[in-house]
């Protein structure tokens, strides 16, 4: 009888401890706090080679398929030169993606 007392003794402290743990998860779970507009400017997506090749081809596929998927604009930009080097060195920025086809 003692251990059952004691048992629901444990499960109502437990209860009491985790009450202030599930509000502050519930307010931070809100919808309104989330930052929905993720990426918000357009992305760009660099491609290492001349325009025309079937790099460019690919890269076109690709942006084509994160337009879809995330709903934003992507800008292809060709940086041919020094077999991708000078795209690669392009200023890594945010929204920005660099692609490596070989």
């Known amino acids: 009888m003692e251990t059952m007392a004691l048992l629901k003794a444990k499960r109502i402290r437990r209860f009491v401890i985790s009450l202030p743990l599930l509000a502050a998860s519930a307010v931070l779970m809100q919808p309104s706090m989330a930052h929905a507009g993720y990426p918000e400017k357009p992305i760009k997506l660099l491609i290492g080679?001349?325009?025309?090749?079937?790099?460019?081809?690919i890269g076109r596929l690709i942006g084509d398929k994160l337009y879809r998927a995330l709903g934003q604009p992507v800008v292809i930009e060709n940086h041919g030169g020094a077999n991708g080097m000078v795209a690669a060195n392009a200023s890594p920025?945010?929204?920005?993606?660099?692609?490596r086809f070989c």
């Open 93 to 99: 920025r945010r929204h920005r993606m660099a692609t």
């Open 49 to 57: 080679f001349p325009p025309g090749g079937s790099t460019d081809l």
